[in-house]
């Protein structure tokens, strides 16, 4: 793969090969509004001349991957301009990690916690990441949250250890946690291993057509393995004898030649809907239940290559959901809001700021094309090319093409909160899942969660977390309040 730097006249691009459409006008909440955080050719092209002259994930730390290919097996031009969603048939080099969250690097596989489900398709129109889970909702739905959340997950400051107090008197405090802590602690809070379990996009996305039409998208990647999982017995059990169970796993059966792959499928709502949805689909902690929206298949996705090194390309691997192409972009969810930003950031400090020009995070089927130069892994190969634009030398110009359409907005600005749509709360929906289970898969959810609470050292903590699943579901929190009585 070559690492010359094209010099030829065309398109101005991000780093990741998209098309920049202004170079000379920031993105702004209206005529003379302040400015938008989902600006990221502002934001990187800032972030990248602060740190030209110049560590383990904080999440998300201990992670496996392998490339692979997404073939389009539906036509989705009505919705979307994305070229690698263009015709049935068409193929897309791509990049799947799988990953725990909360432990780091030298942790176990087989753990209780969600998976991150990052995917980088390599687009001749630049790279495109969808980075998600394996649970199509998360614990918070604002950003400003997010630190806090991921210090009661990670070890104490004072202890050293994570520790149970730090965990529920955060999720007792916030009740838009209890969808997730439900799906957390039933029974695919531990995969078997990462072939067998979904991923999400999780987040709300905006796809626009050729035509300008807009439309709200969610991403489902279903198994094609079949859903398998691990008992917290059989995991502690499995993590003990072999903690790198998952990576194996994925590795092995890869060089068997049993190629694992995912169904990819989309709900799509159009864009008018939004505004009126008896739940607000940009929050993070809700679903659109599919008798709504019902899930359209698109693609299969499909892994079929090895890393030759983990340590140069999964580790080294930078995700970003602010890498979108023509026809996709961000919604105004408050988590993917801020992700857009810190992804990128937490890449620029980990890996150094040409992390994208690494092999595995460059563009693979186009060019970057732009003025960023230098800083530290900084391999020359835009040679003697003029770094700013415009210029007259033959040098890289915008198209004046937005990648995707503009998003009403009105009102002064301020700390809102999330606005509230007809069946909005915070545990209807958890209520929901619990009541879909199955009596065993009640039994082992109950029984996963009061050995957690029950680790709590102080009553009103653990008082106050039992009391969001009772409003979730009366028989649930009857149930917990009980086993938890019993082990405290």
Do not use: C
Not at 91 to 114: H, I, K, Q, W, Y
Request: net charge negative.
């Amino acid at each position: 793969m070559s690492t010359e730097f094209d010099t030829t006249a065309g398109p101005l691009t991000t780093e990741t090969g998209a098309p920049v459409s202004s170079n000379n006008q920031s993105e702004a909440a209206g005529p003379g509004g302040p400015l938008l955080v989902q600006d990221q050719v502002l934001l990187a092209k800032l972030a990248h001349f602060n740190r030209e002259r110049i560590p383990e994930r904080v999440v998300h730390a201990r992670g496996a991957g392998a490339y692979g290919t997404f073939t389009a097996t539906a036509d989705v031009t009505a919705y979307t301009r994305a070229a690698f969603l263009s015709a049935p048939g068409k193929a897309t080099e791509t990049f799947l990690r799988f990953s725990t969250v909360a432990g780091n690097l030298g942790s176990a596989d087989a753990v209780r916690d969600p998976r991150g489900f990052a995917l980088k398709f390599y687009t001749e129109e630049g790279n495109y990441d969808l980075v998600g889970n394996n649970t199509p909702v998360f614990f918070i739905r604002d950003a400003i949250k997010f630190p806090d959340f991921i210090h009661t997950q990670k070890r104490d400051p004072y202890t050293g250890s994570q520790e149970a107090d730090n965990v529920w008197d955060f999720w007792g405090l916030s009740p838009e946690s209890t969808h997730q802590v439900t799906w957390l602690f039933g029974d695919r809070g531990i995969p078997a291993s990462y072939r067998h379990m979904d991923g999400f996009g999780s987040h709300t996305y905006q796809w626009v057509n050729a035509a300008g039409e807009q439309f709200w998208v969610k991403y489902h990647f279903k198994t094609d393995q079949g859903i398998e999982n691990l008992t917290a017995e059989d995991a502690a059990v499995l993590a003990g004898q072999d903690p790198d169970s998952h990576h194996r796993d994925l590795r092995e059966a890869i060089e068997r030649g049993e190629y694992p792959s995912w169904t990819v499928q989309v709900q799509i709502m159009p864009a008018a809907d939004a505004a009126t949805y008896r739940f607000n689909p940009f929050d993070l902690t809700k679903v659109w239940p599919n008798a709504d929206y019902p899930r359209i298949t698109i693609g299969k996705l499909e892994l079929n290559r090895n890393p030759d090194n983990v340590f140069a390309e999964v580790e080294q691997s930078a995700f970003s959901p602010a890498n979108f192409v023509p026809g996709i972009g961000p919604s105004p969810d408050k988590m993917l809001q801020g992700r857009l930003f810190a992804y990128g950031d937490a890449h620029r400090y980990r890996v150094g700021i040409n992390a994208d020009q690494l092999p595995v995070n460059r563009p693979h089927a186009t060019t970057a094309r732009n003025g960023n130069r230098d800083g530290l892994g900084y391999d020359g190969r835009h040679a003697g090319a003029k770094n700013y634009e415009p210029n007259s030398f033959g040098g890289p110009n915008e198209t004046g093409q937005p990648l995707w359409a503009p998003v009403q907005v009105s009102g002064p600005t301020g700390e809102w909160e999330t606005p509230r749509h007809a069946e909005d709360d915070d545990f209807v929906q958890a209520g929901d899942l619990y009541r879909l289970m199955t009596a065993g898969e009640q039994d082992r959810l109950i029984a996963n969660l009061a050995g957690f609470i029950a680790k709590v050292t102080r009553d009103d903590i653990a008082e106050r977390a039992i009391a969001n699943f009772a409003k979730a579901d009366a028989d649930f929190g009857a149930r917990l309040t009980e086993a938890v009585a019993k082990l405290r």
